[in-house]
């Protein structure tokens, strides 16, 4: 079993910076990945990035490339997503994933191959 803890969002003005982070515990065996999702109200969700534990591969969606950086503290088990410059379409509810293992970059943004998910966090950017 495997928990991921979200913190909060907020609310920013576009141009504006905010930083998550996705606190991982419970039973992980072997590699795994966290990826970062994002649900706007009545869209599909869909990945944001992703970083894989041991080699730090990552990964990231065209529309936030240049403006998120992901990392991760592998001795607290937390992973960060650093957003700058946000823009009113970055607005959603961002959840963060686990993976257990180190996904092809033709799945990592796929809702569906992760098994467990936070509760999710809103983030909000007004123009």
């Known amino acids: 079993e495997v928990q991921l803890v979200e913190s909060a969002g907020g609310s920013v003005q576009a141009g504006g910076s905010l930083r998550l982070s996705c606190a991982v515990s419970?039973?992980?065996?072997?590699?795994?990945?966290i990826g970062w999702f994002r649900q706007a109200p009545g869209a599909e969700r869909e990945g944001v990035s992703c970083i894989s534990e041991g080699d730090g591969v990552t990964y990231y969606a065209d529309s936030v490339k240049g403006r998120f950086t992901i990392s991760s503290d592998n001795t607290k088990r937390t992973v960060y997503l650093q957003m700058n410059s946000l823009k009113p379409e970055d607005t959603g509810v961002y959840y963060c994933?686990?993976?257990?293992?180190?996904?092809?970059?033709?799945?990592?943004?796929?809702?569906?191959?992760?098994?467990?998910w936070g509760q999710g966090t809103q983030v909000t950017v007004s123009s």
């Open positions: 994933a686990f993976y257990p293992g180190h996904p092809a970059h033709t799945i990592w943004n796929s809702p569906f191959e992760y098994g467990y």
């Open positions: 419970g039973s992980t065996f072997g590699g795994y990945t």
